[in-house]
């Protein structure tokens, strides 16, 4: 039996989760990683992506918008802005976040000018959002 | 003197308004508890978000790459009030005592020759400001459709909010709301949200340990605009259970005093009554001696 930590999945609104788990991985803005028992204490930025959880239950998948995650010695918190557990998330959803990203991809070229970093960024997330409709076997329109 | 049917009219009148209050009164209870619950679900999140920040703000906060939101513009000259009150009245001092906070902070910044500026959030703080500081005010966000307040709608106003500092309309920031203590105490609170403040004491004190990805100062500057939604989403949480506590003590009062006001006209009632028919008495009687 592996060793177990600590993991809770608050959103504003709501504790989504909060129980023992193996090992967690996690969308950074970076790139994903897992984070098992006693990895190094570590805060990194969420991009929006799967975020998924192993526990001696079986696997719990949750998708995850914005936010950060902290990993310290007691454990993980993942402090999102948005999170659904995949199995409620809907093509309305979806539909949803991936235009919010479209206009805000708009937006960031109308007002942008000749900065290019806000229009990257905001192209980013539309990928990223893109990306968790594809992994949830969602159509993209 | 009124007469016996004025006296009814009006004890029905006064009954039907307690009827109002007493429902009032309980609608206010049930949503209440839904506000104060809505409260405790968000606790987690802030505490945690506001912890890892304070973190990361002792040890970004000192250099000179500090983002704005975090270091400020280097001047105090011009200030946004936020100004956070219901939509809805018949809830007792609650607005007046956020809007009476805020506009004594206003006139003490004007006398030091600052700059004020207001948005108000909730309509009845924005009636109550324009009469006097009519000119300050530069926006209103309006939750009128709004049934249960999300954190969607706290995004909002910290978008419309950063999009002005961004624009550099003001300097510093502060937003006005009614801490919930309990049913018969809130609190009228002012809270800066730029530059960002927070909280020594409640840092973690490991947080120097921490590896960051990316950078520290990315993260700080992704997580500093979010930092002002979720103040604002906690305001108005807080400010939600307060409107409906200050509402069911206002009912509650409203209840009790209908109800005295029952007992004196139901007494003057039956005096009167009473009178009439000793008046009658007294024409039968004389009469029948006149005889």
Do not use: W
């Not at chain 2, 949503?31 to 703000?57: C, D």
């Not at chain 2, 108005?236 to 307060?242: F, I, K, Q, T, V």
């Amino acid at each position: 039996m592996a060793d177990t930590m600590q993991f809770d999945l608050v959103s504003p609104e709501r504790r989504l989760a909060s129980l023992q788990v193996t090992a967690v991985q996690i969308p950074g803005a970076d790139g994903d990683m897992t984070a098992m028992a006693d990895h190094a204490p570590t805060i990194t930025t969420l991009r929006p992506g799967v975020l998924s959880v192993e526990g001696p239950d079986g696997t719990a998948e949750y998708v995850v918008t914005g936010g950060f995650a902290e990993i310290s010695a007691r454990g993980v918190s993942v402090l999102a802005e948005r999170a659904m557990a995949k199995a409620d998330v809907t093509q309305g959803d979806i539909d949803a976040l991936v235009a919010d990203a479209e206009a805000a991809l708009a937006h960031a070229r109308d007002t942008a000018g000749a900065e290019t970093g806000p229009v990257d960024d905001a192209a980013k997330l539309l990928a990223d959002m893109v990306a968790v409709g594809g992994a949830l076997g969602l159509a993209n329109r | 003197m009124p007469s016996l049917k004025d006296l009814k009219n009006r004890i029905e009148s006064v009954k039907s308004t307690r009827k109002i209050t007493k429902a009032m009164q309980m609608v206010a209870a049930a949503k209440l508890r839904r506000a104060q619950e809505a409260a405790e679900q968000s606790r987690p999140y802030t505490e945690r978000f506001n912890a890892v920040m304070s973190g990361l703000a002792a040890s970004v906060g000192g250099s000179d790459s500090a983002p704005k939101l975090l270091s400020g513009t280097g001047n105090d000259q011009v200030h946004l009030l936020v100004l956070m009150t219901s939509e809805r009245g018949l809830c007792g001092g609650f607005n007046t005592n956020i809007t009476k906070l805020a506009r004594a902070h206003a006139k003490d910044l004007i006398a030091a020759g600052k700059e004020v500026k207001i948005l108000t959030v909730g309509k009845k703080g924005r009636d109550q400001i324009k009469r006097e500081l009519g000119k300050h005010l530069i926006g209103h966000v309006d939750l009128t459709e709004v049934k249960r307040v999300g954190y969607a709608d706290a995004q909002g106003i910290a978008k419309d909010i950063l999009g002005r500092f961004d624009a550099g309309e003001f300097d510093v920031a502060t937003i006005f709301y009614a801490q919930f203590v309990n049913v018969v105490t809130q609190i009228p609170t002012a809270q800066q949200v730029i530059p960002a403040k927070f909280d020594d004491s409640n840092a973690d004190g490991a947080s120097a340990l921490f590896d960051y990805e990316p950078s520290e100062e990315a993260i700080l500057a992704d997580l500093l605009p979010r930092g002002v939604a979720t103040q604002v989403f906690a305001a108005l949480l807080e400010n939600g259970a307060s409107e409906q506590g200050a509402r069911m003590s206002a009912m509650d009062n409203a209840t009790r005093n209908a109800g005295e006001m029952i007992d004196k006209l139901t007494i003057e009632f039956n005096r009167s009554r009473q009178a009439v028919i000793t008046n009658e008495l007294i024409e039968i009687i004389s009469g029948a001696e006149a005889l």
